[in-house]
């Protein structure tokens, strides 16, 4: 069974701190991976995609992917109240023998943050 | 519209009901994913369609849960004889490639009573 995990929370931190979200994943053969952002009753929404180790930084948000590890973060610079959501990570890997690709998320991280 | 769209957007089924659940992807996208969301969950994956195939229906709770995508475009997911356990959120994602990001329609509110 492939897994991704990530903490349930809720993480807290204050207006203009930096928020941090980890997620594992158990399938060495994951190729894509991704962060999306849920707003309470919303679909999920996709905020970044990463595809090679290292960072990537896109505006107030960076991914961090580690294979070696496999670890993904995502980390929110200047976080404001309107960053408060739950955080899915999702993870793409080739799915063996089927010539699919299986998209799997995690249950997700509530970040809550205070004015 | 550019996006995801799911119809229809809230659905009450008595027990035992058939319901037919509609997505109509963005254009051009290949892959289409089918998922179930129960509150404060992740969500759980069903069903993917490459084009009009579809490759992994490991997901599919049981017998009673059908999905196609005919011409490789929009896609149902049909349960029949629902359940009160079949109630979640039900969502769709397309993407436009194998291994890209995929993108999520509104989702549909499925509650059996």
């Known amino acids: 069974q492939k897994e991704v995990e990530q903490n349930s929370g809720p993480l807290s931190v204050p207006e203009g701190a930096i928020a941090s979200l980890n997620c594992t994943y158990s399938?060495?053969?994951?190729?894509?991976f991704f962060w999306y952002r849920q707003y309470s009753g919303k679909s999920p929404e996709l905020i970044m995609s990463?595809?090679?180790?290292g960072d990537k930084e896109d505006g107030r948000f960076t991914a961090q992917l580690n294979k070696a590890s496999q670890y993904v973060s995502l980390l929110i610079r200047d976080s404001q109240p309107s960053d408060s959501a739950t955080y899915l990570c999702?993870?793409?890997?080739?799915?063996?023998?089927?010539?699919?690709?299986?998209?799997?998320f995690g249950k997700g991280t509530k970040l809550s943050v205070i004015p | 519209g550019a996006g995801v769209s799911q119809s229809p957007r809230y659905k009450v089924a008595k027990r035992g009901q058939d319901v037919a659940l509609r997505c109509d992807p963005i254009?051009?996208?290949?892959?289409l994913f089918w998922y179930q969301q129960a509150l404060g969950q992740g969500p759980e994956f069903l069903t993917y369609?490459?084009?009009?195939?579809?490759?992994?229906k490991s997901g599919l709770p049981s017998d009673r849960f059908f999905a196609e995508r005919p011409e490789g475009s929009v896609s149902t997911l049909k349960i029949q004889r629902t359940q009160q356990e079949d109630s979640a959120v039900y969502l769709c994602a397309s993407g436009p490639s194998l291994v890209s990001e995929a993108f999520f329609g509104q989702g549909t509110r499925l509650t059996v009573v």
């Open positions: 990463i595809y090679s180790n």
């Open positions: 999702a993870v793409k890997a080739p799915r063996s023998g089927a010539g699919s690709y299986q998209l799997t």
């Open positions: 369609f490459q084009n009009e195939a579809q490759l992994d």
């Open positions: 399938d060495r053969g994951s190729q894509s």
């Open positions: 254009s051009g996208h290949v892959s």
